[in-house]
Every structure is written in C-alpha cells, then in structure tokens.
Nanobody
C-alpha cells in the first residue's frame, strides 16, 4: 500500500511564509511527477505546482514568483515553499504523486493539510 503524507500547514499572517512537505512510502518502484493541488471551500481542486522526475517545474499563474516546488528523489519527498502568502491562498493543500508499483502506474493522494492566511 502506497502512503502519501503531507505536513507543514498552519495559520500565518498575510505576507508570511510556510513550507509544506510530502513524503511517499510503500512498495514504490519509481515516481514520475509529484505535485501540489489546493481546494478552497466551495471550489474545485486546482493545480498549484508540479515537478517532473527530471526537475521540470510548472506553476499556476497565481503562485508564480511566490511558491517554489522541489523534490528529493532519494527520499521520495516533495516540498512547497510558499512566500508572500495572501488570504486567497487559504485552502486545503493536497500532495499527488504518479508512481509505479508492481501493479503498474497510478496516482496517489495525501489526506491534505490546511493552510490559512489571515489578513
């Protein structure tokens, strides 16, 4: 069973910073893309940032220049450094990985971590 666990959320004032971490464990043979998504109350889940196995990154326009995604392949871990946070960044942040196990390729989600930015 593959497990994906996020950490690092919390309450921060506007202009502040947070660093999210996500660790994947279990019978993983290889991880392709890793990414962060977020879902605000009453809204759909949206992409925040992704990073490929080769290190290519992709960001939502709303977070470009403020958020940075990075990964540690040895530790099956992905990070999201969030700077200059705004109230509109408030959401539950979810980690997603595309991984291969002996059963093939699949997408795995974490349980989410709450980020709240106060004005």
């Amino acid at each position: 069973q593959v497990h994906v666990v996020e950490s690092g959320g919390g309450l921060v004032q506007a202009g502040g910073s947070l660093r999210l971490s996500c660790a994947a464990s279990g019978p993983i043979m290889k991880i392709n893309a890793m990414g962060w998504y977020r879902q605000a109350p009453g809204k759909q889940r949206d992409l925040v940032a992704t990073i490929s196995s080769g290190g290519t990154t992709n960001y939502a326009d709303s977070v470009k220049g403020r958020f940075t995604i990075a990964r540690d392949n040895a530790g099956n871990t992905v990070y999201l450094q969030m700077n200059s946070l705004k109230p509109e960044d408030t959401a539950v942040y979810y980690c997603n990985i595309e991984a291969y196990t002996s059963l093939g390729k699949n997408n795995y989600w974490g349980q989410g971590t709450q980020v709240t930015v106060s004005s």
